[in-house]
């Protein structure tokens, strides 16, 4: 490719509303332009990119087996509605309608159609087991898109879906996926990390993450340097405190907090340290009627560590809250506790509340809660003597950078990543919900087990240069770059000699099979050397005058901070076998 025939439209400045490292360079290598909020048009030298990204993901698809196919991005509401995924879905999930006035979707995922097509194609055990894979536009109608590529509402993803006779059998197929996840992430280039993750409301016990490690990543990744484990946030288990619990030492006593509402403020007047504060969350449960209307409600009062902070995804697995939960109300909270927020604690209630403690909090001794009266708080509180025990004690808080690792071989740390990839085994959820069966060798209907695999083909690119820029730009790896190597003649109009060696060397790498690019334009080497420093290709070889007349050209990686001098025969081997490497 030569540059005077391919379309470079770089710019000085980011867009105003670009908050992120990538959206701002990608916007400036002229990669993408917005369209509208969350929906981008992808330009030629961002779709160069997105096209070597989906070339590997589909390289490792079909290595592991897997046969691609397309679904439609607008499919009929029956098929959504059949799982309930219509009225569930919520706003995420764009509705439209034809002339008809029938309703449709704009495909978010294709959980539905893929089972469909799998109780239509397969009737047998022995057609068994089946994974299909698209690479496809997705519409999630995100109420903030935000961050370019890496929250948009149009986006293009690989989804996969594979269909077992068995639960042993669809974990071998979780596994094979695993693996050429694996495969794939190591080809791009990156650094990242599988982690264990929760399935949320798809369910299921197998579930893993890939994050890409970037410091401005959205999501907290814990690991254990000493060992293998590692999970999200919302998974990693805060493990109980060894030992029993200390005995009381100190008296029950109501002490004066004049408009200190918060842990953190209470244990600087009262200069103890914040870990022996309780803070106290107030969730309800709703039970509904035939009609959906609430018929009643269950007051919880949550208990944990001043210094921890609530896992609504662990509160969501408690008995009582499997079918969800919200913050009660101000009126909830002063008729069960006669106080408003910021004085709560579990004594003196006015009406009952189920209380549920951190395992960290029902360990502790003399600990410091509010008394339910505005400007007061309890010190010397003790589970036992001044209240029952708890009627549950569970695991509610994010782990916290040196919690005790749950494998027990060392402590937590806590790194930031972007999920790119998602991995989770389905079970019978779409099967039962669609009746989509296949007969047994006993000629018996059973229900397929399935999993799911996601890989955001855009978000990917967006995650890579949050890992990889400096202040001159991006710095692509080589397997995902628009261009790998661009040769830079400087002046070539002003010399034949320079043109023909740039010409020479071009034709030789492209030949030798190098994702080449020519820049031909006649720009001045500064303007030059900004452009393709900005658009991030990672191996550049400059031919000048100068140098030419001593036989020599510069080789310079993306990374390094000065050129390499080369014998211009030697040029083309030399990148070459840098790109073997």
Known sequence: MKASQFLISTLKEAPADAEVVSHQLMTRAGMIKKLGAGIYTYMPMGLRVINKVAAIVREEMNRAGAIELTMPVIQPAELWQET????????????????????????????????????????????????????????????????????????IMKD??????????????YQAMAQAYRAAFDRFGLRYRAVAADSG?????????????????????????????????????????????????KPLTKTPTPGKSTCADVAELLNVPLQTTVKSLVLATDELNDKGEVAKSQIWLLLLRG???????????????EQGFRFATEAEIVAHFG????????????????????????VLADWICGANE?????????????????????????????????????????ERGIEIGHIFYLGTKYSKAMNATFLDENGKPQFFEMGC???????????????????????????????????????????PEVKTAAEKLYAELLAAGVDVILDDRGERPGAMFADWELIGVPHRVTIGDRTLKEGKVEYQHRRDAEATPLAVGDAAAFVLGKLKR
């Not at 106080?339 to 029902?362: H, I, M, T, W």
């Not at 010397?380 to 749950?406: C, H, K, M, Q, T």
């Not at 855009?458 to 770059?481: C, F, V, Y």
């Open 201 to 249: 409301a798809i369910g299921g016990d197998l579930s893993e993450e890939f994050q890409v490690i970037a410091a401005t990543g959205e999501d907290a990744i814990i690991y254990c340097p000493t060992s293998d484990y590692a999970a999200n946030i919302e998974k990693a288990e805060a493990l109980a405190p060894k030992g029993p619990r200390p005995a009381a030492s």
């Open 84 to 155: 309930g995924r219509f009225e569930k879905m919520g706003p995420e999930l764009l509705r439209i309608q034809d002339r008809h006035e029938r309703d449709f979707v704009v495909q978010p995922t294709s959980e539905e159609v893929v089972t469909d097509i799998a109780r239509q194609e397969f009737k047998s055990y022995k057609q068994l087991p089946r994974n299909l894979y698209q690479i496809q536009t997705k519409f999630r109608d995100e109420r903030r898109p935000r961050f370019g590529l890496m929250r948009g509402r149009e986006f």
């Open 160 to 173: 996969a879906y594979s269909f077992d006779r068995d639960p042993a059998s669809a974990q071998i197929s």
């Open 453 to 495: 695999y996601g890989i955001g083909i855009t978000r990917l690119p967006a995650a890579a240069i949050e890992q990889n820029h400096d202040a001159k730009g991006i710095i692509w790896p080589d397997a995902i770059a628009p261009f790998t190597v661009v040769v830079c003649p400087i002046n070539p109009d002003r010399s």
């Open 307 to 321: 210094d921890h902070d609530m896992n609504e995804v662990k509160v969501g697995k408690l008995p009582g809250f």
């Open 374 to 414: 505005v400007d007061f708080h309890l010190t010397g509180v003790n589970w036992g003597r001044d209240l029952p025990e708890p009627a549950l004690v569970a695991d509610l808080r994010n782990v916290v950078e040196g919690d005790l690792s749950p494998d027990g071989k060392g402590v937590l740390a806590i």
């Open 339 to 362: 106080c408003k927020p910021g004085y709560l604690g579990p004594l003196n209630l006015k009406q009952p509340v189920r209380v549920v403690a951190d395992r960290e909090v029902s």
